[in-house]
């Protein structure tokens, strides 16, 4: 589908919903107005601001406008599903926590049940106006395949899918160099491709032939732009490299990239860099700065020892930096090449309260600050772990390529604590390339708010 008008779509989806929440929101105004007070005013005005704000945050930490899941109800339906469940949660905390109790409880249910009712109907009626558009010839483009091959096969499954708007029409290759039944029909030759499109109505032509093994391609491309027919060419990267590859251009030269990586790019690691010294500057200020005098003398009266725990650990690029913790375990000579593990005699009282309560990270913030760490990313490993794991986990040092975090994709989805086997570990790796390759600010704010969640909920894996 075309990016510009998928963007657009996405737009005015993300505004069909903004539109639902702020209608049920005046609506309900409107009808309690008598009871409202009117010293209120202010607090009804800030309520309705919040429930846009967020509204946008659970929206998008969820991917609930994403292209793969606004194509079918059932996606499209889960997810704000799941979102809506998260927008309750946000919606009762800013109670909670406001202490606005001039607000009608009545007005807050109509609230609660009215938007998810909004929000619903906005689903069936975009579903039904795109399904109805989907049928049109306006909508979709008819498609003529050049060459037979299994790069051609692969793209007509691709084709396929839903989303994507291309009515694949059938192929055009050579006659000798068919050898088994296709699934759409071969219509012509090559140099023929031309006259199929107009036989057919055509608008776009996707060649598995590149010009190299077949000179008349170019011919046929000429042809093309002076029938107003686009002419496409994909280059069968796999016989380079037997993965999915990523390319980009250095002016007109391509470059493959084995993986995608947002916080390559400058601008991505600008806001990451900004937000990291947002949070941590005003944790350290409204947190920290009461909190280690007080954990630091409980710790001191416990036992003997350091307030804080140091140790170096595997940074951004495998280099090593000092990682702050505060102290949770006696003194002992096994600190840097022993896991902590379930029942640890080495652990204090008070060190399984912090563990537990993830307290024992905070110092962490003042590694953010000094541009060791980031907020969220692949949480440090000791440096005999990464050395071990290294020599036997193929893309283990991959996750190395960002700067570690206090908290991380892998963590909030079960993958915290001791590593007993190397399927967990395996599994750890597998989770923060993700990160990695899907890496963006909502879903930063997505992993912390879990984060936060799982810690009050409580963690298995915390010990």
């Known amino acids: 589908m075309n990016s510009r008008f998928l963007r657009h779509l996405q737009l005015t989806l993300l505004a069909m919903d903004l539109v639902a929440i702020n209608m049920v929101f005046f609506i309900a105004r409107f009808f309690f107005r008598r009871e409202m007070l009117i010293e209120a005013y202010v607090e009804y005005t800030y309520f309705g601001v919040y429930l846009t704000v967020a509204w946008l945050i659970v929206a998008f ?127 012509g030759n090559i140099n023929g491709a031309l006259d199929v499109c107009k036989r057919y109505g055509a608008t776009e032509i996707y060649s598995t032939i590149v010009p190299e093994q077949n000179p008349g391609i170019y011919r046929l491309i000429k042809k093309a732009d002076q029938n107003c027919i686009r002419f496409r060419i994909v280059p069968d990267i796999g016989a380079l490299v037997k993965r999915q590859v990523y390319v980009d251009y250095l002016n007109e030269i391509p470059v493959l990239s084995l993986r995608k990586e947002p916080l390559d790019d400058l601008g991505n690691k600008i806001k990451k860099r900004v937000f990291d010294i947002i949070v941590s500057g005003l944790v350290t200020i409204f947190i920290l700065s009461w909190l280690v005098p007080l954990i630091g003398l409980l710790i001191k009266l416990e036992s003997k020892g350091p307030i804080f725990f140091r140790q170096q650990r595997s940074g951004q690029d495998n280099k090593t930096f000092w990682c702050f913790k505060f102290r949770s375990m006696k003194v002992n000579d096994n600190a840097n090449t022993m896991q902590a593990t379930r029942n640890d005699a080495r652990i204090t009282k008070l060190g399984q309260f912090l563990r537990r309560s993830s307290l024992d990270e905070f110092p962490q913030f003042l590694n953010v600050l000094m541009g060791d760490m980031s907020i969220v990313g692949p949480r440090p490993h000791m440096l005999k772990h990464t050395a071990d794991y290294s020599k036997i986990i193929d893309e283990y040092m991959i996750r190395q390529f960002l700067k570690p975090g206090i908290t991380g994709w892998a963590q909030v989805n079960g993958f915290r604590g001791e590593t007993k086997t190397l399927d967990q570990m395996k599994k750890r790796v597998e989770y923060d390339l993700w990160y990695m390759e899907n890496w963006n600010l909502w879903l930063d704010l997505k992993i912390m708010f879990l984060t936060v969640f799982n810690t009050i909920k409580g963690e298995e894996n915390a010990f």
């Open 61 to 187: 930490s969820n991917n609930v406008y994403h292209e793969r899941n606004i194509f079918t109800f059932e996606l499209f339906a889960g997810r704000s599903t799941k979102a809506f469940l998260y927008f309750m949660l946000l919606i009762c905390a800013f109670l909670f926590f406001s202490h606005w109790f001039i607000i009608s409880r009545l007005f807050i249910a109509v609230i609660m049940c009215g938007i998810p009712l909004l929000l619903t109907c906005n689903r069936f009626l975009y579903l039904a106006v795109y399904h109805y558009f989907k049928k049109r010839d306006s909508f979709s483009h008819k498609v003529v395949v050049l060459g037979y091959n299994d790069l051609s096969r692969r793209l007509v499954d691709y084709l396929e899918e839903d989303g994507v708007n291309k009515e694949v029409v059938g192929y055009c290759e050579e006659v000798e160099n068919i050898h088994e039944l296709s699934r759409y029909p071969i219509l």
